[in-house]
């Protein structure tokens, strides 16, 4: 299922009563510094929201490590909403971020993108050393989770030295998926909640490939819009939220109510119960 981004689409899922309303000067507005792999989830995430609550999202996408250095040095955000625990963690202990609002709001999956173009076929991890594929896209372990996910795998299956030669490390897991859909690498280990273009081919990776990819979010201290933000966040870990974030593929850190995320084929798959 490619991702449909309108009103129309979340109508048929039963998450809005009405269809969309354009945004004004007077709607009040939250900024969420948002982990790249939440292009495609965080728009409609965004849409539900300001029906539910006449509040506007305005999201700044980028690996979480930067962003969680940026609200470090006072970037103006009301929420972030991080690719993993620790980059949210670290700025809860140090006060930037309010310790009681840290929550799991979603699983991520790492996937082999493999360019449409490029006829390669992958079953495993094993298949990568195959003298084809010339290019590997990782987001960069230091500062993306995503990065860090694709590094342990490597590792774990023995071949993070092997391929060095053939790994290029993107700026965020976005910019590796890019460079796949760009011809400038045949393979991409991406999130699969991103990987959904017409470019690309996706080869699913077994879970145990690497540690879960629990997903945080937290409050901003600083932040001037506390309550919107707060019902932000609330609405992310409720059903709605939780049901839009499943049918885009990420794995619920609860099961979606069938009502409010009628499942997608394979969508079984994707999702983990506590």
Request: aromatic share 6%.
């Amino acid at each position: 299922m490619r991702r449909i981004r309108s009103c129309a689409w979340l109508a048929i899922l039963t998450l809005l009563p009405f269809g969309c309303g354009p945004s004004t000067s007077e709607t009040p507005k939250i900024r969420v510094a948002a982990a790249s792999d939440l292009q495609a989830a965080l728009p409609i995430l965004a849409i539900a929201f300001r029906q539910a609550h006449e509040i506007e999202v305005v999201p700044v996408y980028g690996a979480s490590g930067q962003l969680a250095e940026q609200i470090r040095q006072g970037a103006p955000f009301d929420v972030f909403l991080s690719a993993n625990q620790s980059f949210i963690q670290r700025l809860a202990d140090d006060g930037q971020v309010r310790p009681d609002s840290v929550q799991p709001y979603a699983r991520g999956s790492l996937v082999f993108a493999v360019n449409k173009l490029s006829a390669i076929k992958l079953n495993g991890l094993d298949d990568l050393k195959r003298p084809e594929i010339h290019k590997i896209a990782i987001a960069n372990p230091v500062t993306a989770p995503y990065g860090v996910a694709a590094k342990q795998a490597l590792e774990r299956g023995k071949l993070w030295d092997d391929l060095q030669p053939k790994i290029v490390p993107a700026e965020s897991v976005r910019q590796a998926l890019q460079m796949v859909q760009t011809g400038n690498a045949e393979v991409a280990l991406v999130g699969r909640s991103i990987a959904e273009v017409p470019e690309v081919v996706i080869v699913t990776l077994p879970p145990d490939v690497c540690d879960p990819i629990v997903q945080y979010l937290g409050i901003v201290a600083s932040s001037k819009q506390s309550d919107d933000a707060r019902a932000f966040a609330e609405f992310v870990l409720g059903d709605v939220g939780q049901g839009i974030l499943f049918q885009l593929g990420f794995r619920g850190v609860k099961p979606p109510r069938p009502e409010k995320a009628p499942a997608r084929p394979g969508a079984d798959k994707l999702v983990d119960t506590p």
